[in-house]
């Protein structure tokens, strides 16, 4: 079974839209994130959150939001997709405080024509 | 602002031969130290990290330095492997917010 999975793999989309990427942990952590990753293999957190509080990678526009239904998902949504937002976008989870032994997810590849 | 980043974007060894991958980091606030591997097409992959009050941690095939004088990173490959070609990132964990701040990643290629 996957650890961390995502969906979907790939995505391709308009500028403009707004989109979803889902993610899931069955590994029973207590803490989830979203990272990415430019064209420059560059990784970047976006967002880590747990049941107590989300904490926000100033540099994350706000077009972006995590949203978690349970404590094993943590999706991405995307608001007015534009071109710069082209990446490859990586879950991962750990345990609480554990984020220097995450497990990631083996990434979107996003595609904003 | 704070910053982890590497000397070497690619290095090319020979198999069997050891690899030396290294890594700046100019935080030194942080609590540890980590290096991750990433294949093609996949997510990044834990491998070793050592706390900031150790100099030298080894694992399997593995040894990761800590010269904090220097605020210097590496990660040591013993008798390199095709398998360990990828791309190494070292990365940093303040201890606060519960986020990694990730370097700019060292591609690794495995001559046969």
């Known amino acids: 079974d996957t650890a961390v999975s995502q969906t979907p793999k790939y995505l391709v989309t308009q500028m403009g839209n707004d989109k979803s990427i889902k993610c899931e942990q069955n590994?029973?952590?207590?803490?989830m994130y979203w990272y990415k990753q430019d064209s420059k293999k560059f990784l970047k957190i976006m967002f880590s959150?747990?049941?107590?509080?989300?904490?926000i990678n100033e540099t994350v526009p706000n077009r972006f939001s995590p949203k978690s239904p349970d404590k094993a998902h943590l999706n991405l949504h995307i608001n007015s997709l534009e071109l710069g937002d082209s990446a490859v976008y990586f879950c991962?989870?750990?345990?609480?405080?554990?984020?220097?032994?995450?497990?990631f997810g083996q990434g979107t590849r996003l595609t904003v024509v | 602002g704070e910053s982890v980043g590497l000397h070497l974007p690619t290095l090319s060894v020979q198999e069997g031969d050891n690899s030396i991958i290294n890594c700046a980091y100019s935080?030194?606030?942080?609590?540890?130290f980590i290096w991750y591997k990433q294949e093609s097409g996949k997510g990044p992959q834990f491998i070793i990290d050592?706390?900031?009050?150790?100099d030298k941690r080894q694992g399997q095939r593995v040894t990761v330095l800590l010269n904090k004088t220097v605020k210097h990173l590496s990660l040591q490959i013993a008798a390199t492997q095709p398998g360990d070609s990828a791309v190494y990132f070292c990365?940093?964990?303040?201890?606060?917010?519960?986020?990694?701040?990730f370097g700019g990643g060292t591609r690794l290629m495995v001559k046969p």
């Open positions: 991962a989870s750990s345990q609480e405080g554990g984020a220097r032994r995450a497990f």
């Open positions: 590994l029973g952590h207590d803490t």
């Open positions: 959150y747990n049941n107590k509080e989300l904490i």
């Open positions: 935080n030194s606030a942080s609590d540890y």
């Open positions: 050592i706390r900031s009050n150790m």
């Open positions: 990365a940093e964990d303040s201890g606060a917010g519960n986020m990694l701040t």
